[in-house]
């Protein structure tokens, strides 16, 4: 593209108000139903300690130092994840294949988007469905009669699917500062508040101890490679890693704000909400007789709701659990759609309510497939998975790790080491050298031979 028939140069897009705001926002982007519904389902899925803390050394080792590099790009870049990408490796003097770094994680966006708004559609339904105590005093057999009653009917799967889209594009026609800006400025309190009222009554009504146990006491006999994988795939999607979410953010954060400090808040917060809600959970779970850990994706969607049917103050702690909940992934989604967007609206010169609908369009389509997934196409399969499954595993296990092993393999060697540096805002110049290096050495190799490993065993 030359530069004339180029992209609007500049942030057209806006700037966070002041560096919280993006913590917020970003934090907003990173908690979401990967740490309210999917850490705790793999976890136990996992057998628990041994997963939580391969998990806990990929945050630290790997998805720190490459969402410290993401920012970076997106603040360079100052455009959305496609153009930045561009931009950068042209200033970099990299060959230009590295600009596919930022299609390759739109794409994967707008992938996760399709899904996501199908889940996000699940805990609004849930909502309804606590809230108007219709659950109450119901046995896990009509939790799971209302839950596959839900899974088997494409059209109410579409209703909420569809309500959770419109939720979405809804905040993002408002643009970064106000709409973006002042939906994480409500949410975000809110969600901590809400979880903190939820762990006191876990505290006092399930079992602390065995759920303490389970999440944090190392069994090495229940860890395997695919859980290895899973950890390091986690880890990418639980910080909105690898698809420019937060290279979308960094572009609009303000000039100077040092991103490792920036960072770390952001990290530290997200593991906070996941163990949190492991510890919302677990205990309440072990406290149930016939209620097991390992019960998969419809852990929060089938074993909660009974034992909140089922518990004093069940009916109001139950729905407070799932408005949580969607909120987390209303904040999240919002950071799924904004790379796409800003990029159309860079290249068409349209409006960002165009640019929504397309994108928002897009992805509803695409959701479908997930939507009948679960009922119409449920014997569909490609290799024993579901359109579902397949999404999930391509993008989440796939494509979020590859990206970021592009992204630490760019900064870590093609880019300059002091420009790299540099453009971090940080002047603890030891600590850079250790981001650096983590980078260049760590993140890369992990990354390469968990998947190498991980795929090969999956497949052979
Ligand atoms: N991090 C979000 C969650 O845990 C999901 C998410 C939002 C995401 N944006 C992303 C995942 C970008 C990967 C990439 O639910």
Same mark, same amino acid.
């Given at each position: 593209?030359?530069?004339?028939?180029?992209?609007?140069?500049?942030?057209?897009?806006?700037?966070?108000?002041?560096?919280?705001?993006?913590?917020?926002?970003?934090?907003?982007?990173?908690?979401?139903?990967?740490?309210?519904?999917?850490?705790?389902?793999?976890?136990?899925?996992?057998?628990?300690?041994?997963?939580?803390?391969?998990?806990?050394?990929?945050?630290?080792?790997?998805?720190?130092?490459?969402?410290?590099?993401?920012?970076?790009?997106?603040?360079?870049?100052?455009?959305?994840?496609?153009?930045?990408?561009?931009?950068?490796?042209?200033?970099?003097?990299?060959?230009?294949?590295?600009?596919?770094?930022?299609?390759?994680?739109?794409?994967?966006?707008?992938?996760?988007?399709?899904?996501?708004?199908?889940?996000?559609?699940?805990?609004?339904?849930?909502?309804?469905?606590?809230?108007?105590?219709?659950?109450?005093?119901?046995?896990?057999?009509?939790?799971?009669?209302?839950?596959?009653?839900?899974?088997?009917?494409?059209?109410?799967?579409?209703?909420?699917?569809?309500?959770?889209?419109?939720?979405?594009?809804?905040?993002?026609?408002?643009?970064?500062?106000?709409?973006?800006?002042?939906?994480?400025?409500?949410?975000?309190?809110?969600?901590?508040?809400?979880?903190?009222?939820?762990?006191?009554?876990?505290?006092?009504?399930?079992?602390?101890?065995?759920?303490?146990?389970?999440?944090?006491?190392?069994?090495?006999?229940?860890?395997?490679?695919?859980?290895?994988?899973?950890?390091?795939?986690?880890?990418?999607?639980?910080?909105?890693?690898?698809?420019?979410?937060?290279?979308?953010?960094?572009?609009?954060?303000?000039?100077?704000?040092?991103?490792?400090?920036?960072?770390?808040?952001?990290?530290?917060?997200?593991?906070?909400?996941?163990?949190?809600?492991?510890?919302?959970?677990?205990?309440?779970?072990?406290?149930?007789?016939?209620?097991?850990?390992?019960?998969?994706?419809?852990?929060?969607?089938?074993?909660?709701?009974?034992?909140?049917?089922?518990?004093?103050?069940?009916?109001?702690?139950?729905? #407070?659990?799932? %408005?949580?909940?969607? =909120?987390? !992934?209303?904040?999240?989604?919002?950071?799924?759609? @904004?790379? *796409?967007? &800003?990029?159309?609206?860079?290249?068409?010169?349209?409006?960002?309510?165009?640019?929504?609908?397309?994108?928002?369009?897009?992805?509803?389509?695409?959701?479908?497939?997930?939507?009948?997934?679960?009922?119409?196409?449920?014997?569909?399969?490609?290799?024993?998975?579901?359109?579902?499954?397949?999404?999930?595993?391509?993008?989440?296990?796939?494509? #979020?790790?590859? %990206?970021?092993?592009? =992204?630490? !393999?760019?900064?870590?060697?093609?880019?300059?080491? @002091?420009? *790299?540096? &540099?453009?971090?805002?940080?002047?603890?110049?030891?600590?850079?050298?250790?981001?650096?290096?983590?980078?260049?050495?760590?993140?890369?190799?992990?990354?390469?031979?968990?998947?190498?490993?991980?795929?090969?065993?999956?497949?052979?």
């Amino acid at each position: 593209m030359s530069e004339s028939s180029g992209p609007v140069q500049g942030t057209v897009h806006g700037v966070w108000r002041s560096r919280w705001v993006f913590i917020l926002a970003a934090t907003g982007s990173a908690v979401g139903l990967g740490n309210i519904w999917k850490f705790p389902y793999i976890a136990g899925e996992n057998g628990g300690g041994a997963f939580v803390l391969v998990y806990l050394a990929c945050i630290l080792f790997v998805a720190i130092p490459i969402m410290m590099a993401e920012v970076m790009l997106g603040r360079l870049g100052r455009m959305s994840p496609v153009n930045a990408m561009k931009k950068v490796v042209k200033a970099t003097g990299a060959p230009r294949l590295w600009g596919s770094i930022g299609w390759l994680g739109v794409a994967a966006g707008v992938l996760i988007l399709s899904y996501y708004a199908v889940i996000g559609g699940w805990v609004l339904h849930y909502v309804v469905e606590m809230g108007s105590g219709r659950l109450q005093g119901a046995s896990a057999g009509d939790v799971a009669a209302s839950f596959s009653s839900l899974l088997e009917n494409p059209q109410k799967l579409i209703f909420w699917q569809t309500l959770f889209m419109v939720l979405t594009m809804g905040v993002v026609i408002g643009g970064v500062t106000k709409g973006l800006g002042v939906a994480v400025k409500v949410m975000m309190p809110l969600l901590f508040v809400l979880l903190f009222v939820l762990l006191i009554f876990a505290a006092q009504h399930g079992d602390w101890a065995a759920g303490a146990r389970f999440l944090f006491s190392f069994r090495s006999d229940s860890l395997t490679w695919s859980g290895v994988m899973e950890a390091l795939g986690h880890s990418f999607f639980t910080l909105s890693l690898g698809m420019g979410a937060i290279m979308a953010y960094g572009a609009y954060m303000p000039e100077g704000a040092p991103i490792g400090r920036t960072v770390l808040t952001i990290a530290g917060l997200d593991t906070l909400v996941s163990l949190a809600a492991g510890m919302a959970i677990f205990p309440i779970v072990f406290a149930s007789p016939g209620m097991a850990p390992n019960a998969g994706p419809s852990l929060m969607f089938q074993t909660l709701p009974v034992i909140f049917a089922n518990m004093p103050g069940g009916l109001f702690f139950g729905t #407070l659990f799932f %408005v949580l909940v969607t =909120i987390a !992934a209303w904040s999240s989604s919002i950071s799924l759609i @904004e790379p *796409a967007v &800003a990029w159309l609206i860079e290249t068409w010169r349209v409006s960002r309510a165009t640019a929504n609908l397309v994108i928002g369009t897009f992805a509803w389509v695409l959701g479908l497939g997930t939507v009948f997934s679960f009922n119409l196409w449920k014997d569909h399969t490609l290799a024993g998975n579901t359109f579902f499954e397949v999404m999930d595993f391509a993008t989440a296990s796939i494509l #979020l790790p590859l %990206v970021g092993l592009l =992204i630490s !393999a760019f900064v870590g060697w093609a880019m300059k080491r @002091e420009d *790299a540096m &540099a453009a971090l805002g940080d002047n603890a110049v030891r600590v850079l050298k250790v981001w650096h290096w983590l980078l260049a050495y760590v993140a890369t190799s992990a990354i390469a031979l968990i998947l190498v490993v991980g795929l090969y065993k999956k497949f052979f």
